[in-house]
């Protein structure tokens, strides 16, 4: 075998997981449990939970159903690094997102001017802070991926209504799943 090729396996072998991160000098990566990121990152500025139900066995003689809880945490490290969202499935982590860069201080960098659409819940609270009024909405979407399989998962719409102390009106931020789909203003 080609000594090039065989080094670029060597590396590609003895490399990390692609999904890794750093919390100080302290790796973080798939399959810790929540305790274990709390541990190594401290505890997350903003969090969101979800659930689905899985269901085996629809419309059979024997249905199990099992549900899965989702939590999502988020991490500001400052305003010259990356924000991180980290995905628990059950407690334990199956993915991590790098957002927008963070901020100083929660809630001291929000614009009534900026478009958010498309930020997840997390920045949107650490550019702007806690909102004056949050409203939340369920719905239960089911899929049928296979015969006698079914997931039932939460659609969750969110209203957060924020105070920038103009005389005539409120801005209106409207989520779905935890992701801003629009905004708008409302008069007082």
């Known amino acids: 075998m080609n000594p090039r090729a065989l080094l670029v396996l060597f590396l590609l072998f003895a490399a990390p997981s692609a999904f890794a991160m750093r919390c100080g000098n302290r790796v ?17 500025f903003w969090t969101d939970r979800y ?39 059950d407690g334990e982590l199956i993915r991590e997102e790098t957002l927008g860069y963070g901020v100083d201080e929660i809630g001291s960098d929000c614009n009534p ?19 004056a009024s949050r409203r939340v909405q369920e719905d239960t979407i089911v899929r049928r991926p296979l015969p006698g399989v079914e997931r039932w998962r939460d659609q969750r719409r969110e209203e ?22 629009g905004s708008g203003t409302i008069e007082r």
């Open 113 to 131: 001017m900026r478009d958010y659409g498309g930020m997840t819940a997390g920045e949107l609270y650490a550019r702007c802070g806690e909102p």
């Open 51 to 89: 659930t689905s139900v899985d269901v085996i066995g629809a419309y059979g003689p024997v249905e199990r159903q099992r549900t899965v809880q989702y939590d999502v945490w988020y991490y500001n490290f400052g305003p010259r690094q990356f924000m991180r969202q980290f995905l628990f499935r």
């Open 160 to 181: 957060w209504v924020y105070d920038f102390g103009d005389a005539r009106f409120l801005r209106v931020v409207n989520l779905l799943n935890g992701r801003v789909g």
């Open 28 to 44: 973080v990566s798939e399959g810790l449990q929540d305790f274990q990121v709390q541990e190594r990152c401290g505890a997350p």
